[in-house]
């Protein structure tokens, strides 16, 4: 069963790490919580194919460590570079969105970046023009640029990260940290799982995330592009009854509804 926003689901925290595994119990058993501590390692088909003995994302203890990045086209391996540093930093910081998007994340809680540069004198104000349009003002990565002699196969730029969040084991719904509480979530559960649930805190301005759905026991999970299907429906559905005038119930607050209202303004919806 998959639950889009119930008002049965915790409120988890807006950017939240995801998914936070509800157990409707007092604490969860020494076996769950050492295999919620077990790093996850990631080779991940949409992105960039690996070039040597490393996974793209390692998740562990509620961090995702990414590899570093070069400006590799993900759909063909031997394209060569773009011209310029300006479109390498684009391509990077786009393989590194992809890396993200395939564990259903994204940058908003990246704490850290090392950015690498050929020629870190020459080049890095033109790579913070583009780095900087990735990133709010006041939500930007600490960072370490390093200037280097050479990268891998003659690129001028690699880009790791550093993002806090990934699979965090929680108690039960009335004892969850106020710090996690948000109204944006996805709950799945899974029908021979009935004491969990799964819920995918997002963010409002974010596209809604990717996630797996199960299916049978004994199957794997596939994984659901909610932010596709849910584009798709409203592109072919009869949306035109919706007053877009009115405020959403409940309000929202803040850059929440300046974002809102911004968009639909722009969209003239209002």
Known sequence: MIDFGSQSAPRLRTGAPWPLVGRRRDRATAEEKTAMSLPLFHVLGAAPKVGGPYSHAVEADGWVFLA??????????????????????????????????ELGLGLGHVVAARIFLVDLPGEIAAMNRVYTTYFPEDRRPARTTIG???????????????????????????????????????CVTRGWQFARAEYYPIYLKDPLPRFRVPLRESDPDVVLDLQLLLSEAYATGNYDDIQYGRDAEPPLKGDDAVWADELLRSQGKR
Not at 88 to 94: E, S, Y
Not at 163 to 175: E, F, I, M, T, Y
């Open 68 to 101: 570093g990045q070069t400006p590799n086209d993900p759909a063909d391996p031997t394209a060569p570079f773009p011209a310029g540093i300006e479109a390498q930093t684009r391509r990077v910081l786009d393989n590194l969105v992809i890396v993200l998007g």
């Open 148 to 186: 280097v002699t050479a990268l891998a196969v003659g690129a001028l730029v690699e880009i790791d990260m550093i993002r806090h969040g990934g699979h965090v084991l929680a108690v039960p719904q009335s004892k969850i940290p106020a710090e996690y509480l948000s109204p944006y979530a996805v």
